[in-house]
């Protein structure tokens, strides 16, 4: 065996659908998009330049570089997104009136059970259609959990905050019997 030989690797081309790995990006609804969408790099300028680089080109090999960096820049916001999400469904849960957490709640129920039927039906589409359907529908799906769970976890931390009994502030002056 040569000493010098170097083991080959083999090269891996990316296509547009390797832009489906992973969860696709969560979907924000329009209430608390101010708040979640807020200083996030939204990958538009990345996107724009590998559409570009594919309207020269004609395919794709000659654009994994704008693929590559678009996955990961799409990788890391919707990362970003899914978190403030969830942060902002628990401060509702928290802080909105409590009968409004509750009808948001049983929305997102609803919301939730409709994606659960829709994946179902999903199931029977065969090919690379029904592949990407389900996949769109896992995700929001997961997603739409997940901010269920929040705003429910929002709504138990504020009437556990509730139901604490107040105790006296430290300011008033109640003479204790261990003190002489």
């Known amino acids: 065996m040569d000493v010098d030989a170097q083991p080959t690797m083999e090269e891996t081309i990316l296509v547009g659908d390797d832009l489906m790995m992973g969860p696709p990006s969560p979907i924000i609804p329009p209430e608390i998009a101010s708040y979640v969408l807020k200083d996030v790099d939204l990958c538009d300028g990345i996107l724009r330049n590998l559409f570009l680089c594919l309207q020269i080109n004609?395919?794709?090999?000659?654009?994994?570089?704008?693929?590559?960096?678009?996955?990961?820049?799409?990788?890391?916001?919707?990362?970003?997104l899914r978190q403030r999400l969830q942060d902002s469904e628990l401060k509702l849960g928290s802080s909105m009136p409590l009968e409004e957490a509750n009808a948001r709640a049983t929305q997102l129920?609803?919301?939730?059970?409709?994606?659960e039927r829709?994946?179902?039906?999903?199931?029977?589409?065969?090919?690379?259609?029904?592949?990407?359907?389900?996949?769109?529908?896992?995700?929001?799906?997961?997603?739409?959990?997940?901010?269920?769970?929040?705003?429910?976890?929002?709504?138990?931390?504020?009437?556990?905050?509730?139901?604490?009994?107040?105790?006296?502030?430290?300011?008033?002056?109640?003479?204790?019997?261990?003190?002489w």
Not at 63 to 75: H, N
Request: with cysteine; aromatic share 8%.
């Open 118 to 179: 829709r994946l179902i039906l999903a199931s029977g589409v065969g090919g690379m259609d029904g592949f990407r359907q389900r996949w769109s529908l896992h995700g929001r799906l997961t997603d739409s959990k997940k901010r269920l769970e929040a705003l429910k976890d929002g709504i138990t931390n504020r009437k556990k905050d509730d139901e604490q009994p107040h105790v006296a502030s430290p300011t008033t002056t109640t003479k204790r019997w261990w003190f």
């Open 58 to 80: 004609d395919i794709e090999p000659f654009c994994q570089d704008e693929i590559v960096l678009y996955r990961e820049c799409a990788e890391r916001r919707d990362k970003v």
């Open 109 to 115: 129920e609803s919301e939730v059970t409709s994606l």
